[in-house]
């Protein structure tokens, strides 16, 4: 079974562009959730869909970000217009659906690395 | 609101020696605790996790946690480390009550491995 598989591995932007990072997660999971991690910062929360649905969007930076799930199954995260702040590794991770009152694992892909130059 | 501190940001440990690393939570009432590792390359790994009871817990490569009520810590040990164990890990911390189950990050700990 595939894992989750994110694209491009590598992004280097100039400041001001846009730029698509892409997810797909395990075939089922309906639940999906990006983070990132700011150079030497935590890992962070950014958002949470379940299957097309945004559940939870409370750590998405500002309006600059934009991320679809189309059709509940993979999701694309758009930046535009980058800045230099927003440098950092992006990580998808998806589950199952959550047992009631239990907790899914989250399975990780290996993230995007986003530079903006 | 819940947060995750991970004091150590570099540790060297020789190979076949022992390795502690320390993890510490805020969160009010009983999370879910997480410890992931990342090589080099790689994605997140689930190394192990606790939800309740037994409070060590035991992982894959030979990885083992124990969840600490008392001291709100939740620190990750394997007795003989192996150079594959060279990798960033990471404690994590899940909400119980929230709907979407997000998961609260330290800041990791790089892992040197010394022949």
């Known amino acids: 079974e595939a894992g989750v598989t994110q694209f491009p591995s590598h992004s280097v932007i100039e400041k001001g562009q846009t730029v698509t990072l892409r997810c797909d997660p395990i075939?089922?999971?309906?639940?999906l959730y990006w983070y990132r991690r700011v150079m030497g910062k935590e890992i962070k929360f950014l958002l949470h869909?379940?299957?097309?649905?945004?559940?939870?969007e409370s750590g998405m930076p500002n309006n600059r970000f934009l991320a679809e799930r189309t059709g509940g199954t993979y999701s694309t995260l758009k930046v535009q217009p980058a800045e230099l702040e927003d440098s950092g590794v992006y990580f998808c991770a998806s589950s199952q659906d959550r047992i009631r009152g239990g907790y899914n694992e989250q399975f990780f892909g290996p993230g995007t690395r986003l530079t903006v130059l | 609101a819940q947060s995750v501190t991970q004091p150590d940001i570099h540790i060297t440990v020789s190979e076949g020696a022992s390795l502690e690393l320390r993890c510490n939570y805020s969160?009010?009432?009983?999370?879910?605790l997480f410890w992931y590792v990342q090589s080099p390359g790689q994605g997140l790994q689930l190394l192990l996790k606790?939800?309740?009871?037994?409070?060590l817990v035991q992982g894959i490569k030979g990885f083992e946690a124990e969840f600490k009520r008392s001291q709100s810590s939740f620190n990750l040990r394997k007795p003989s480390v192996h150079w594959s164990d060279a990798a960033e890990y990471f404690c994590?911390?899940?909400?119980?009550?929230?709907?979407?189950?997000?998961?609260?990050f330290g800041g990791g700990t790089r892992v040197l491995v010394k022949p």
């Open positions: 969160y009010g009432a009983t999370p879910y």
């Open positions: 869909f379940v299957k097309e649905s945004k559940q939870d």
């Open positions: 994590a911390v899940g909400a119980r009550l929230a709907a979407g189950n997000k998961l609260t």
């Open positions: 606790y939800f309740s009871g037994d409070t």
């Open positions: 075939s089922g999971h309906d639940n």
